[in-house]
């Protein structure tokens, strides 16, 4: 190839890729590495095999000589220990040296030859007068030489471990007392319990070695072996020796004098104390465990890992008994003994409520006691979302019964003492704010409360709670305190139970809330207003303030949650996941009803304005919002109707109805229900008439010709105002007490006839027909003048009514039992029994307050029970058929939930309107005129002087004359439609025109009136023409 003269090199390309030398020297070093390691895998092999074959030949030596060793003993001391003596446990014979050597506890020999040495060990030291030191080691032995200290150790962990490995076989000796006792399970636990005695200068050396090598689990084991057996009945008279070694190891809690290494707190909580049912093993371990500095150290120790118990409790025993709960059952029962005690201390009962909070969230979601909360919530929790992880754990009913029992009225009345303990409750200064030890103490109360409530049946601890403790003093004036000094944040910063930036006054109010509702329900009026107990008037005021802002910022103010959120927040799988959710939740449904409670006392003797329970942010914007169902605002409607004013809530109901008559009457073109009425069987004819109707046809209009007594209809076509005659008589005479369906109180106010079954064969289809004609006037906006009691009314609600509501009922019987309740001396010498005496037309019977009542006295300890009930039969269970067969035939026009906005003072309203009349100046600024009147002529200027010197009752005749009802609208005549009119009647003023009556035409609101000339004509003629009683033939 000849030189072209390009200087430049060509550049090659090897189109045949990487060379081949390239691709063997990487296959090279990949072998290369793959023999190193077999090499090194290989030289591992070896040296394993080496060094298993060095333990196996060590191991067998061992064996070997112990086998040498062990013949050469028995031969020397006898297989029976025959030949041994005191000296054998001194420090220069190898009678310990050598057994400790050869000793295997599952080797029968071995365990006998133990189980001998310890016979002879009890019987030396009972010969020596209890003196141990000299066995071992002469007068001067003092445990410094460590071989014959580990021999000491040894030989206490050969003890323990022959127990544990043969412990199948010792089951029915394990429990047995230990004094006098020969079986081999007492000679081995009572050398145990010499080698450890307190006095024992060596005993913390000892139980330190035993700590190490998990003596506790070893007991643990031993334990369960023994409660199986079937010889075992409880708890033995006097403590078994296993008990006696407990009570020895427990002791040593690394505090002076103890000198202990090794911290037992941790394996005695997690080994023992999650024993199920232990106290009942043992109580005489119970007792010392309770002692002072015993509880506070290992309770306090309990707090470190309350919050994570998975992490430190040993392995569940099964589903049915988890190791959180069988360690909360026993402190539980501990803390009770703890508590009774004169020196126990405000730090225990700290702590104590710190784990027992923790456990008893962690319970929560399958705990199945909390039949209460399930009642009250069982509408939420039908769409509850259950934890899966939860749902298939179910805990025994014999642990569950342990823990509901421990926590008894008692126990919570014990512990409360100590917590608050030094707080005085008197109403001081409200400028002072708590102290930290104070708020430490209401946050350790409220949050073992709070979940205690949410767990087990409320009305075994409520009462106490209420009457026996000082919480609800205690915890109102702690909650005034902060409400004054805007201090809630404080509370948030001293709560581990909620996160910092949760209100300070959840926890408090979710507390005092249902614990405040309850003592309301047993309080009499003379208490809460004469006495003023438990709290003042004044500080109701204060607590409704609290209660309002609360109930605004939770329903309103907070932002809106889904859905789900709220629904599952209702759970108590929700109360460890989600608690201020849950709180949350329950704080808006327990202040509600506190508050709702509180208004009724308002209703019954005014001490607040009604607008104190008015929320101040309801606006136009929140009205409006509160008409849509599913909004904000309509929740707060539902949940708190209180908040809204009444005049809004009307607004609502009135749409509310609106909207019912525009559905109803978009599927009728005519009307079809028409009644002919006989004036003289008004009750009879409607019954028959109204009773034939389908609900959709009792939302459809209703046309009434009336018949006279002469049998001719009566003139008039029915465009309204004759249905609102029919309607205003047919009220009056169904519900007149003559009638005997219902009967008045001492005020004239009407309930249901309990003996009404007497009066009428079909009084219950009556009832039905009655509520449904109530209905039919509220559903058309009719007002009747019918006063109902308000314990009559509640059932509308579906409430219930108790005993401060008898005094509308029966003023004497409520006396008689106010006299009861405060009677000092020995109730029974009265001869009263669970029966009470029925009186209806004079025919008497007797009934049992409670199954076998006849036979049960009245005692100072059940007299606030025979109380309760006594008025629960009067207000509840005499009506409560009648009042049933009324709320149904209600129903069937007024759904429930729209009449649930209204309390039973307002409902009353809804029913008649306001007893005070109507205002004549409102009439007159919602008055048209027609037929060349207008609202400056002489004529009209006149008319309403007339009508302004009527008397009431003449007044009510007027307006029933003119618009078909005595009672005015319900928020003024502006709402009346049409509005009502005056037009000029008798053309020009003619002597015959004057002569004329006013006339009025009902359905349009009209009044007909001619043109007089002077007052005395126009009242003359009016008078006549609203007194007449002629029915619609002056129409």
Known sequence: MFFSGDPSTRKRVDLGGRSSKERDRQKLLEQTRLERNKRLKLRQQNTAATTIQKCFRGRKVVEAERLKVREQFFSVYGKHLQNADRCCFGPNSNFLRQFLFFFNAKN?????????????????????????????????????????????????????????????????????????????????????????????????????????????????????????????????????????????????????????????????????????????????????????????????????????????????????????????????????????????????????????????????????????????????????????????????????????????????????NVLFRGFSHANGSYKERPSDKEVAAVTAACSFLHVTFNILPLERIMTVLAYRTEIIPVLWNFMKRCHENQNWSSFSEHSAYLPGDAPGWLLPLAVFCPIYKHMLMIVDNEEFYEQEKPLSLKDIRCLIVIL????????????????????????????????????????????SELLSQLQDWNNRRQFTPPSDFQADGVNEHFNSQAMVEGSRAYDVLKRAPFLVPFTSRVKIFTSQLAAAKETSSSHAVFTRNRFRIRRDHILEDAFSQLSSLSEEDLKAPIRVTFVNEFGVEEAGIDGGGIFKDFMENITRAAFDAQYGLFKETTDHLLY????????????????????????????????????????????????????????????????????????????????????????????????????????????????????????????????????????????QLIPKDWIDIFNEHELQLMISGSVDGFDL???????????????????????????????????????????????????????????????????????EALDRLPTSATCMNLLKLPPYKSKAQMEQKILYSISADAGFDLS
């Open 752 to 891: 249901p006839n309990p003996g009404s079954a007497m009066v009428h064969e079909q009084h219950l289809q009556f009832f039905h027909f009655l509520g449904t004609l109530l209905a039919k006037a509220m559903f058309e906006g009719i007002l009747v003048d019918i006063p109902f009691a308000t314990f009559f009314l509640s059932k509308l609600k579906q409430k219930y009514n108790y005993l401060n509501d008898l005094p509308s009922l029966d003023p004497e019987l409520y006396r008689h039992l106010i006299f009861l309740k405060h009677y000092e001396a020995d109730i029974s010498e009265l001869e009263l029994y669970f029966v009470i005496v029925n009186n209806e037309y004079g025919e008497q019977t007797v009934e049992d307050l409670l199954p076998g009542g006849k036979n049960l006295r009245v005692t100072n300890e059940n007299v606030i029970t025979f109380i309760h009930l006594v008025a629960n039969h009067r207000l509840n269970y005499q009506i409560r058929q009648q009042s049933s067969h009324f709320f149904r035939g209600f129903q």
């Open 108 to 416: 029968a020999t071995d365990y006998s030859a133990l189980v001998e040495a310890c016979r002879l060990l009890r019987h030396f030291v009972q010969d020596s007068a209890g003196e141990i030191y000299t066995l071992f080691g002469g007068t001067d032995y003092l445990l410094e030489d460590e071989s014959g200290a580990y021999r000491v150790k040894r030989f206490a962990y050969a003890c323990i471990r022959a127990v544990y490995e043969n412990r199948n076989q010792l089951k029915d000796q394990l429990l047995v007392a230990s004094s006098g006792s020969s079986t081999s399970a007492a000679f081995l636990l009572e050398s145990l319990v010499m080698l450890i005695e307190p006095q024992v200068s060596w005993s913390c050396k000892i139980v330190a070695f035993l700590l190490q090598r998990n003596v506790y689990h070893l007991i643990r084991e031993i334990i369960f072996t023994a409660k199986i057996s079937t010889s075992f009945q409880g708890s033995a008279a006097k403590a078994s020796s296993l008990e006696h070694v407990l009570v020895l190891i427990m002791s040593h809690m690394g505090q002076k004098p103890c000198i202990c290494a090794t911290d037992v707190r941790w394996t005695f909580i997690s080994q023992i104390l999650t024993v199920p049912f232990l106290w009942q093993l043992f109580p005489y371990l119970k007792e010392i465990f309770t002692t002072k500095d015993l509880s506070q150290q290992y309770i306090h120790h309990m707090t470190i890992f309350a919050r994570g118990p998975d992490k430190v409790l040993p392995v569940d025993m099964s589903a049915e008994f988890p190791g959180y709960a069988c360690l909360l059952g026993n402190l539980l029962e501990a803390a009770a003994l703890a508590f009774v005690k004169p020196d126990c201390s405000f730090d225990l009962a700290m702590d104590f409520t710190v784990v027992a909070t923790s456990f008893l969230e962690e319970l929560a979601p399958f705990y199945t006691l909390n039949t209460k909360s399930k009642e009250n919530f069982a509408a939420d929790d039908d769409d509850m979302a259950i934890d899966e992880k939860t749902t298939d754990k179910v805990l025994n009913v014999d642990l569950e019964r342990q823990i509901s029992n421990a926590i008894d009225p008692r126990f919570l009345l014990q512990l409360t």
């Open 921 to 991: 100046d409102d009439l007159r600024s919602h008055t048209n005129y027609a037929g060349g009147y207008h609202r400056d002529h002489y004529v009209i200027d006149m008319f309403w002087e007339v009508l302004k010197n009527f008397t009431m009752e003449n007044q009510r005749k007027f307006l029933k004359f003119v618009t078909g009802c005595s009672r005015g609208p319900l928020l003024g005549f502006k709402y009346l439609e049409p509005l009502f009119c005056i037009q000029r009647a008798g053309g020009e003023a003619s002597e």
């Open 548 to 591: 309002r802002q609360a109930l605004w910022q939770l329903l309103w103010l907070n932002p809106p949650m889904p859905a789900s959120s709220t629904k599952s927040a209702t759970n108590t799988t929700s109360l460890r996941s989600r608690p201020v959710e849950f709180i949350q939740h329950r704080v808006s449904i327990s202040a």
